[in-house]
């Protein structure tokens, strides 16, 4: 089947490309901006990315196109497609009925740790045998894809909350055939697709009544929203947090610059003693999540406690980009304030000598909205330094947009030094001049941030050259 995919540039679609390719279908698309690195991820794959959006590109040997959320009405292909009654679909339709229907579907869903979840269960599921398939959205560390199509029963994904397409407004999990429903915990986000909180509850009560009788529902104890969830469900509920109520429970949790050391209990008793090399409260919880999918589908829990001391991190997830002149600079892709809040704290914990510099640019559709700027102003406590980023969504109303102002002066008011700076090459020059060694910087944001990790540890190595050239020392803190 020749499949055509509309925005074929994006994570998701080049990854469902990819797919579609190991599957053996022939597949090609198009994008407005074809550029590296997605380009030459789909080059490699033999896909041909056709350079912007164009009526001619919609040729009659095409079986089926795939229609991006990205794109709408308007658009010279998408207009094609309807004129002439092609066969379309919107990306999760495409997963499900490609690769779904025979699969046991584990759908990993939740406002915050869905990716590390969802590449925690997928690495112990594999290592412990059971040949899983996958799609996330991130780069799984032991895996270093962001798929996996495996032999065995099961199938990971990520229930991305967001819309399906243009013509489906609705999550896009709801087209995952759970199997198997992880809901982590709930708040509100994604402010341009839900207009409240409400809305995602009623979405996440669909994905819950999707779930077979012979299902499983995991719900996160330490989010009452989540818990809510369990009211009514068609199925066995577990759950899983550091809340005495867990049916698996963290205990004695300890916290090293390389990882933490916690007991698990089921159901108040000891069973296990685990090592991962991940920090902070969310992953202890991340971490439950997977064990409490890996006892669902019949793994011992012995040779998953084995697995998880090998876990390999996602990419962006508290991601170590380099150290440089004594200062190690992290990526980050904490965008939402409660996870900007458990990334420093977890990080804090590892390391409560160390001084922290929070580099935070709002980029997401909620983070660049007022929304949460009373959140936000609370979320950096534990940072000693802050620099807020230019808001990305500039052309948002001044009544709707995030003030970097007022929140730099609401964050002084909590203990950290705070400042704002609109341009990148200010953020580094700053920090250059004044980090000094065993810093640590951690960058946030869930866009490319203008290059500034890079740029960051190439000024760092820079001015450390540059010192040791004219015989002084870099800063020591």
Known sequence: MKVYLIGVCGTAMATLAAMLVERGHAVHGSDAHVYPPMSDFLVARGIVCLDGFDEAHI??????????????????EVEAVLDRKLRYRSLPEMVRETFLWDRVSI????THGKTTTASLASWVLADGGRDPSFLIGGLAGNFESSYRLGGGPEFVIEGDEYDSAFFDKTAKFLKYLPDIAVVGNLEFDHADIYADFEAIRTAVRRLVSLLPRGGQLVLGADSPAAMEM?????????????????????????????????GVEHHGDRVSTVQVPLVGAFNVRNVLGAIAVAHAVGLDLQVVTATLARFKGVKRRLEVRGRARGVTVYDDFAHHPTAVKETLAGVRAAFPSRRIWALFEPRS???????????????????DEVIIGQVYRSSLPDDERLSESELVDAIRRTGPRARHLADVEDIVRAVVADAGEGDLVIVMSNGAFGGIHGRLLDALSAAEAEADASGGKPNDR
């Open 230 to 262: 369990a009211v009514g469900a068609p199925c066995p509920v577990t759950t899983f947090g550091l809340a005495a109520t867990a049916n698996w429970r963290a205990t004695q949790i300890e916290t090293r610059p390389d990882g933490m050391t916690f």
């Open 107 to 110: 759908v990993i869903a939740g």
């Open 365 to 383: 559709a909620t983070a660049c909205r007022r929304v949460f700027q009373a959140e936000f102003a609370a979320a950096f406590d534990q940072a």
């Open 59 to 76: 040729t009659p040997d095409i079986d089926l196109v795939v229609i991006g959320n990205a794109v709408s009405r308007g658009n010279p």
